[in-house]
């Protein structure tokens, strides 16, 4: 059991998911930090500065802090089109690198396909 456990934990798709883990956990504060410190502060001076966390119902001695759930699914929204923009130029960027990669050709391609289109003349004949 103890060497079957081992053969798993060592296999790539672990080390993979662990890696994945600790990148999206950088990923994550990198993301807070743009939300709280740069996106939050700029919708806040677009819309007047209004914070919905301080709207609250009270019935009896309970209070409903409804404001608290609007705020976080407003937060949300902002998170999610932060990363939404983020993955986006990202994927954008990989798709032009790869374009440039498929469009260049190595001086050996370039060779390599006159010889085969020579090759394809003298067999015809």
Excluded at 25 to 35: D, E, N, R, Y
Excluded at 56 to 85: C, H, M, P, R, W
Aim: cysteine-free; charged content about 25%.
């Amino acid at each position: 059991m103890w060497k079957e456990f081992k053969e798993f934990a060592v296999k790539g798709n672990v080390i993979d998911l662990a890696v994945a883990v600790v990148v999206g956990a950088s990923f994550g504060s990198i993301v807070t930090s743009l939300v709280e410190n740069i996106i939050t502060p700029l919708i806040g001076i677009l819309m007047n500065g209004v914070d919905f966390s301080g709207f609250k119902y009270t019935v009896g001695d309970a209070e409903v802090l409804y404001g608290n759930f609007i705020q976080s699914v407003f937060d949300f929204i902002i998170v999610a089109f932060s990363i939404f923009i983020f993955i986006r130029v990202l994927m954008k960027l990989k798709l032009k690198k790869e374009e440039e990669e498929v469009k260049k050709k190595t001086r050996q391609e370039k060779l390599l396909t006159e010889i085969r289109d020579l090759l394809k003349k003298t067999t015809k004949k």
